[in-house]
Structure formats: structure tokens, C-alpha cells
């Protein structure tokens, strides 16, 4: 069901919970999204270097319980891009076509879109998932994250190498999992037909990665927040979690013991009833 309300969004609920391809829409004031089943709205967004059809599994689960909104990012997927690849820039652009109150779920640099999202628009986000979403993930001092150099890397990769680039990120996702081969296999076939990101969207998205820091923002959240970690994740390491509790002391955190940076592809059952039972207490 694809829905054509410009912010006040709600699933209707006496639609059956059919699963549909999205109606997409390119200009500059709309977002190419899809949503499906009824109850209370929740948004799920992307992580770097994919799209939405990454959480179409996991939606086809949540939206027997939720309106699950699946939004692609500026520049992924089949959004057009953005000159100013800023968080808010970013923020206001999927929040034209979003409901006006939304559980809000990202997934890395979705996280740190969605954080940014809670922190200056609050009335829009009842409660705040990030998943694997450092608010900061380059390492600094004593907090413990990405080599800046890592990112540099990537952005040399995706100009001179996207493919190959693009490739050898999406193995990381899983890399370390328990079920590593598995993971990657269901990751690349979500993705197989669609079509590649931006190459001027990447490079800002690494940019984001790599300057964005979030830990002020993120201390001043005025909504419960879960945080969800793969312990194995090379990318956002569980190390943290203490400082997020001195940032945040109301942060509620959850370890996948089997998982890397996609808890959601590698222990899906188990996420699935760690959001049912965040969104329901």
C-alpha cells in the first residue's frame, strides 16, 4: 500500500496486510517510500551504501503488528539526490512523506539520521530504535570506534572502484557473524535488483560517518531509546555501551551475542521481539 499523504500519514486500518512494491515518486518535495500493515507507525531507514528493500524482510515481519514506513535515503535507492547532504537537510526531506508521530528505527547511518531526527524534531518520534548506530563512529580519545582512514578508504573505493567497493562493504555486514555466509547471501539477494546508489551520495554519506558527532545531541533525548548492539560488530563496538548509559541514563541497550552489524538479518526472530517488546512497554 503506497500512501500519498504529504506528513500525516496513518495506515489504514482496515487495509489487509498486503505486501506491495512502492508507488515511487521523484521530485523535489517527495520520497520515494512504501508502506504496509496497520497500527501504530513505525519507520525504518537505511544504513550506508544500500537501500530500503535491506529491511524488507524484516518489515514483511514487524507490519503484522505496525504501519512499517520504508524510506530510501537521498541518493540511494530510488530517491533522487540532494545538493546539501547535511543531517538536516537529510532529515527534512524524508520527513515531508513521513507520519506526524513514529516509532523511528535506523540502522547506521540511518541511526545517526534518525537520532538527529529525535533530537530536533521530537514531536515527530515517539520512541528512538538505533540499531548498530554509533552516534559517533570514528574513534576519538576514549571512545572507541572506525580509524577515520577506514572511511577515507571507502571514499577513494567508491570513485575509483564502486563495485568492487560496494561488494566488499556489504560482506562486512556480517563479517564475524556466526552465520557469516548466510547473512551475506540474504543481504546481496535483497539487494540484487536495485538499483546502485549515488556515487556524489556515498561520498557525503562517508563524510557523515566520518565528522558526525552526536553524543551532546543524543544527551538531550527526551524520548525512551533503545540501542542495539551485535556483539562481534567491528564498526560500533559494544565498549561504548557504558558511555552511552553516562550520556543517556534512561538509554535501554540490548547485545545480539551471534551478530555483527545487521542483527536484523543475522538473528531475525530475536530482533523482531526485541522491537515488538520495546514498542509495547
Same mark, same amino acid.
Not at 74 to 84: A, C, L, N, T, V
Not at 86 to 100: F, G, M, Q, V, W
Not at 115 to 125: K, L, M
Not at 234 to 256: D, G, R, T, W
Given at each position: 500500500?503506497?500512501? %500519498? *499523504?504529504? @506528513?500525516?500519514?496513518? +495506515?489504514?486500518?482496515?487495509?489487509? $496486510?498486503?505486501?506491495?512494491?512502492? &508507488?515511487?515518486?521523484? !521530485? ?31 518489515? %514483511? *515481519?514487524? @507490519?503484522?503488528?505496525? +504501519?512499517?514506513?520504508?524510506?530510501? $535515503?537521498?541518493?540511494?535507492?530510488? &530517491?533522487?539526490?540532494? !545538493? ?198
Amino acid at each position: 500500500m503506497s500512501i %500519498e *499523504q504529504q @506528513s500525516n500519514n496513518q +495506515c489504514d486500518e482496515s487495509t489487509n $496486510l498486503q505486501i506491495s512494491a512502492p &508507488e515511487v515518486r521523484h !521530485s523535489e518535495h517527495q520520497v520515494a517510500y512504501q508502506s504496509m500493515g496497520t497500527g501504530k507507525n513505525l519507520v525504518l531507514v537505511h544504513g550506508w551504501g544500500v537501500n530500503s528493500a535491506i529491511w524488507q524482510l524484516t518489515a %514483511e *515481519q514487524l @507490519s503484522q503488528h505496525y +504501519c512499517v514506513h520504508l524510506v530510501d $535515503l537521498p541518493g540511494f535507492g530510488k &530517491e533522487p539526490e540532494i !545538493s546539501d547532504y547535511s543531517l538536516a537537510n537529510i532529515s527534512d526531506t524524508i520527513l515531508r512523506k513521513l507520519p506526524d508521530n513514529a516509532i523511528w528505527c535506523g540502522w547506521s547511518l540511518g541511526g545517526l539520521i534518525a537520532t538527529y531526527v529525535a533530537r530536533h524534531h521530537p514531536a515527530r518520534v515517539e520512541k528512538l530504535i538505533q540499531v548498530c548506530a554509533a552516534i559517533k563512529f570514528v574513534e576519538q580519545a576514549q571512545w572507541l570506534g572506525v580509524k577515520r582512514a577506514v572511511f577515507e578508504r571507502f571514499k577513494t573505493g567508491v570513485v575509483t572502484q564502486p563495485e568492487k567497493t560496494l561488494n566488499r562493504f556489504l560482506s562486512l555486514q556480517a563479517m564475524g557473524s556466526v552465520t557469516v555466509k548466510n547473512d551475506i547471501a540474504i543481504i546481496k539477494g535483497l539487494l540484487a535488483e536495485q538499483p546502485q546508489p549515488k556515487q556524489d551520495a556515498l561520498v557525503a554519506g562517508l563524510d557523515l560517518l566520518s565528522n558526525v558527532d552526536l553524543r551532546e545531541s543524543f544527551s538531550q533525548l527526551t524520548m525512551p531509546c533503545l540501542s542495539l548492539f551485535g556483539r562481534l560488530d567491528s564498526l560500533v563496538p559494544i565498549a561504548n555501551m557504558p558511555e552511552l548509559i553516562k550520556l543517556y541514563p534512561a538509554n535501554q541497550q540490548v547485545i545480539f551475542e551471534h551478530s555483527s552489524h545487521a542483527p536484523f538479518i543475522s538473528e531475525s526472530v530475536h530482533f523482531q521481539r526485541v522491537v515488538i517488546d520495546f514498542i509495547e512497554g
